[in-house]
C-alpha cells in the first residue's frame, strides 16, 4: 500500500522562513497595547504589585511587593471572550532584574510556573500553552509565592485563545496589514507531523489571505487552502482577500457553509 502523502504549511516574515516562523498561522491579541507604546492601561491592576511605564526602556515594570491577596498585575476581563473550559494560551517577552524569577501566568483558576532569568537585560521569549479558562475573567501575573519579591520587565505580552502561543500580534482594533506574515511556506512528505525547520520548507510571498467569521486564519499564494479544527455541525463563512506588499483588496462576498459530521 503507498504511503500517503501530506502538504505542511507554515508562515514567517522574511522570504527565508527564519523570522517569526511559525506552523501555527498566528492569532490577534486578546491585549490592547501588548507593546506597551502607551501609557499603563487602565485595564491591568494591582494586587500587592507596583506596574508603571520604565522611562528607560519603554516597557511595562512589574514590581512584585510580596504583599497583598495575590502579589499580582492583571487585566481586568482579559480572557472575557474565551469561553469557560476552553483553551487559552501565552506570549511573553520579558526579563528579570533577578538571576530568575518565579512568576506564574493565567488566572486565579489555573496558572503556569514560569521563570524569568535576567538574560543580559535583553528580554527573552516565554510561552505558556493550553490553559484551561476557569470562571475568573482577569489575566494576571503573580509572583511565584504571595511573599515573592522582584522586578519584571516585559516588552511584549500576547493573550490568544487555542492551545498554541503564537508569535506576536496586535490586538483587532490595532493590527493593520503590515503586521501579519508576509511568506508561506509549503512541502510534501509522507509525515503527518510538520516540521520546526525552516529550511524544510519552499517559501513565497502570500498573494491571498482567508478569513472565517471574520478572523484571519491562513495565507496562501493560491486559492486553494485547508481549513483546520472545524467544529462538527456547525455554520461558517468564508472569504478571501488579495494582498500586494502592505495592501490588501476588500473580502470577496462571503461563502457559507455548515460542516455536517457530528463528534
Do not use: C
Not at 500517503?4 to 516562523?21: E, I, P, Q, V, W
Not at 486565579?108 to 532569568?117: D, G, K, L, R
Not at 463563512?237 to 476588500?250: F, K, R, T, W
Amino acid at each position: 500500500m503507498a504511503d500517503k502523502n501530506y502538504l505542511h504549511t507554515a508562515y514567517a516574515y522574511s522570504a527565508d522562513g527564519t523570522d517569526r516562523f511559525t506552523p501555527t498561522y498566528p492569532n490577534l491579541n486578546l491585549l490592547e497595547d501588548g507593546k506597551f507604546a502607551k501609557p499603563v492601561s487602565s485595564k491591568w491592576m494591582t494586587d500587592g504589585t507596583t506596574i508603571s511605564k520604565d522611562d528607560i526602556t519603554g516597557y511595562f515594570k512589574v514590581i512584585f511587593n510580596g504583599t497583598g491577596s495575590y502579589n499580582r498585575a492583571y487585566y481586568v476581563a482579559g480572557i472575557s471572550n474565551i469561553p469557560i473550559g476552553e483553551k487559552y494560551s501565552v506570549y511573553i517577552k520579558a526579563y528579570s532584574l533577578e538571576d530568575s524569577l518565579n512568576i506564574k501566568i493565567g488566572t486565579v483558576n489555573t496558572s503556569q510556573a514560569v521563570t524569568v532569568t535576567k538574560n543580559g537585560n535583553i528580554p527573552k521569549i516565554y510561552k505558556v500553552e493550553g490553559l484551561v479558562r476557569g470562571t475568573s475573567d482577569a489575566f494576571g501575573i503573580f509572583g511565584g509565592l504571595t511573599t515573592t519579591l522582584g522586578t519584571l520587565f516585559i516588552s511584549e505580552i500576547k493573550l490568544e485563545e487555542g492551545s498554541t502561543a503564537t508569535p506576536y500580534m496586535p490586538s483587532s482594533s490595532e493590527a493593520t496589514t503590515a503586521d501579519w506574515p508576509k511568506y508561506v511556506g509549503t512541502y510534501v512528505d509522507t509525515n503527518p507531523v510538520s516540521s520546526t525547520n525552516s529550511s524544510k520548507y519552499v517559501w513565497d510571498e502570500i498573494k491571498y489571505r482567508v478569513y472565517l467569521d471574520g478572523v484571519p486564519v491562513g495565507g496562501s499564494k493560491l486559492l486553494s487552502f485547508d481549513l483546520e479544527n472545524l467544529k462538527a455541525g456547525t455554520s461558517y463563512d468564508v472569504q478571501v482577500s488579495q494582498i500586494n506588499g502592505n495592501d490588501e483588496s476588500d473580502k470577496s462576498e462571503s461563502v457559507a457553509f455548515k460542516t455536517l459530521l457530528t463528534n
